[in-house]
């Protein structure tokens, strides 16, 4: 029992260090014994561990020390490809396949032809499996470097026990979540701020949902449905969905401009998005229109959960300025009455088309290669923390009367 504790621990040590690794690299190895609480001594022997596994390497850079004193501290850092996912974006408009590695870079990627909707039956699953393992059979040597596979999929099809279908087909672990909260995780670890505690991650896209981050966590829900902020109304009948959606975007824009003929709703939207930087045009009257229904989803946002961050990502976030400028100023007018609104960081995602595979890959990649439940030793909690780990800390001794 003493031996099984002690392998424990070294495991447990081995993840605390990886999991501030990938939090804060490049970083030193003191840098590191003073946010793990571990000796110096300890740390020094694990990065050496993961310097023989090639997972960590000593950067060319180095720091001075804090009181000036000294000599100077050498850097590490995580090697980029010595670890990779597989990474499986299954979306209403477009899906993806893709192997990204620890640090976000997504190395190989493939568009998949797919048509999905909430009544399909496993053929299109069976699909999506045939073309990612010949993905990984057309590079045996990231095969070997991968460990494990993430799935991001719609809200819609949660109750699909998409998981354990994945995971029939491939040797590796296999983790599935919504697409919007991997897109959460993919900026919140390699976005904009990585040292925000709070997010929200707003998506606009067929429907409206949100990936929330509390307190360095990926927050689910009770039966993994948190972040539904499409289905709320605010003083109307009307939901968001209903009112600023995709489809509801398009639908305005055509009563703006009905001489406009469209083969599909994609590009009608595209061509609303190109025409909506057009001063006066019937597209910039539309999103002028919409903007009091967005800027009534964030301040709820801000009111329920009051994050440090607010990122909005899908196709509307192309607008950039466009699109957060008129609702920068509408929070202003309610900072006269809260000041709350004002502290709020509103930004549009920058990892754009990629942060969907970014996201499920990094689900992977944390759940299955880290296994990071290490917030008791700590002093600042890690990023995101898994739901499930086997591996838990030794349990200390009791003591004697």
Known sequence: ??????????????????????????????????RSGLALTTISNITADLMNEQIVMETDDSVAPELGIGRRRQLISLVPGSRV?????LGFAESSIGIVDLLGNVIVAEPIQISLSATMDNTVFDLVAQQAA???????????????????????????????????HFDLP????????????????????RNARSMVFLYIGKGIAAGIIL???????????????????????????????????????????????????????????????EQGSAARQTLVALTEHYCAAIAALVDLINPEMIVVGGRMARLDDLLLDPIHRRLAERTTRDNRYAQVDLRVSTLGTQAPLIGTAALSCWTTCFRPQLG????????????????KPAKPKKKRR
């Open 1 to 34: 029992m003493r031996i099984r504790n002690n392998l424990n621990q070294k495991t447990w040590n081995r993840n605390l260090v990886l999991n501030l690794l990938w939090e804060s690299h490049p970083t030193s190895r003191s840098h590191l014994a003073e």
């Open 134 to 168: 010949a993905l990984l059979e057309r590079h045996p040597d990231i095969r070997e470097r991968c460990v494990g596979v993430g799935v991001g999929i719609p809200g819609l099809l949660h109750d699909r026990p998409v998981r354990d279908f994945f995971a029939a």
């Open 215 to 277: 307190n360095g966590q990926l927050w689910q829900g009770e039966n993994g449905r948190a972040g539904g902020v499409g289905l709320m109304q605010l003083g109307s009948a009307l939901t968001l969905d209903e009112r600023c959606a995709e489809a509801a975007v398009v639908a305005a824009y055509q009563r703006q401009a009905p001489e406009r003929c469209f083969a599909s709703e994609d590009e009608a939207l595209t061509h609303f998005i190109e025409c909506a930087r």
């Open 85 to 89: 996912s597989l990474a499986i974006h």
């Open 376 to 391: 008791r030793a700590l002093r600042r909690k890690p990023r995101w923390i898994a739901a499930e780990c086997d591996i």
């Open 174 to 193: 296999v983790v599935a979540d919504s697409n919007v909260r991997a897109m959460a995780l993919a900026e919140y670890i390699f976005g904009l701020n």
